[in-house]
């Protein structure tokens, strides 16, 4: 008999030593412990963005050729591209986009972006803003999830909006408004 209420014992404390780890796991974070950003803001930003696979000096090299001749379906293709305030390409370039695109779409021309904002100059400067998701480039506007950032976008969650301003099929450019909206902790 001694023995069951030992084992039951053990078992009530076994289940309590459980259920205790359990919450510690699952607990919400102590604003405390975010620092100078515990508390969130809200940015609306807009840049442009120059795209160029074309020329001396592509800001865009695909690494990865299409499956199919007949598609860009599985192409991947790297970029570092320019990011101003305003419209002209010769603008003052604030940072850079940098990742890549992947033709993901095999009916329409559809890419999955994964890329930085990385910024370079200015009260952003050294700030990023990650963006992942899918780019249908002949829509007229083009909706893309924040899932995060760095230093003043740091714990960044929001979308960004993608227009093309311009785009010469030819030359191997394309100039695209962003407009970026987004949560973050400061």
């Not at 069951?4 to 510690?24: K, N, P, T, W």
């Not at 570092?80 to 990742?99: H, I």
């Not at 007229?140 to 227009?163: D, L, N, Q, T």
Request: some cysteine; charged content about 15%.
């Amino acid at each position: 008999m001694t023995n069951l209420i030992l084992i039951f014992a053990a078992q009530i404390l076994l289940f309590y030593a459980v259920a205790s780890v359990g919450d510690e796991l699952g607990r919400t974070m102590n604003g405390k412990h975010l620092g100078p950003y515990k508390k969130e803001k809200l940015t609306h930003l807009r840049v442009y963005w120059h795209n160029s696979v074309n020329g001396r000096n592509p800001s865009s090299v695909m690494i990865q050729q299409p499956v199919l001749n007949s598609s860009l379906f599985g192409s991947i293709t790297m970029m570092d591209d320019p990011l101003t305030f305003d419209v002209p390409r010769n603008a003052t370039v604030v940072g850079q986009a940098q990742g890549m695109y992947v033709a993901a779409a095999q009916g329409e021309i559809g890419f999955l972006m994964v890329m930085n904002f990385a910024f370079t100059t200015g009260k952003y400067n050294g700030s990023t803003i990650t963006i992942l998701g899918r780019n249908v480039v002949m829509s007229k506007v083009r909706e893309m999830p924040v899932v995060g950032g760095s230093g003043i976008f740091r714990f960044a969650r929001g979308y960004v909006e993608a227009r093309t301003k311009s785009f010469d099929l030819k030359a191997g450019v394309a100039n695209l408004h962003i407009h970026f909206c987004s949560h973050f902790n400061k």
